[in-house]
Nanobody, 120 residues
Framework: QVQLVESGGGLVQPGGSLRLSCGAS????????MGWYRQTSGDQRELVAS???????GYGDSVKGRFTISRDNAKTTIYLQMNSLQPEDTAVYYC??????????????WGQGTQVTVSS
């Protein structure tokens, strides 16, 4: 019942910037946390950034100081501002939300991913 819509990926040169967006919807669900993970070819997904319902923010070590996560007032849309991009940032970026309905325990829902490629 939870739907995630991602946008903003693409091709950018080293040193450039991109902004990713993710909107979540689901009638009767509470969105407890949202964030971004990324996966390089053949690798496990790793944390990029996250934000909880209470506003606690976390970043992966490799993106601290370069990426910024934010959200709208309704707490249903998140953004990832990506600055000073490097070739090592090339990956598929996935939006994730931790959500629950009144009669269910919380679960994680994943977007379909958006490709970010950093290359000259």
């Amino acid at each position: 019942q939870v739907q995630l819509v991602e946008s903003g990926g693409g091709l950018v040169q080293p040193g450039g910037s991109l902004r990713l967006s993710c909107g979540a919807s689901g009638s009767g669900f509470t969105f407890n946390a949202m964030g971004w993970y990324r996966q390089t070819s053949g690798d496990q997904r790793e944390l990029v950034a996250s934000i909880t319902k209470g506003g606690t923010i976390g970043y992966g070590d490799s993106v601290k100081g370069r990426f910024t996560i934010s959200r709208d007032n309704a707490k249903t849309t998140i953004y990832l501002q990506m600055n000073s991009l490097q070739p090592e940032d090339t990956a598929v970026y996935y939006c994730i939300v931790a959500a629950n309905s009144p009669n269910l325990d919380w679960d994680e829902y994943w977007g379909q991913g958006t490709q970010v490629t950093v290359s000259s």
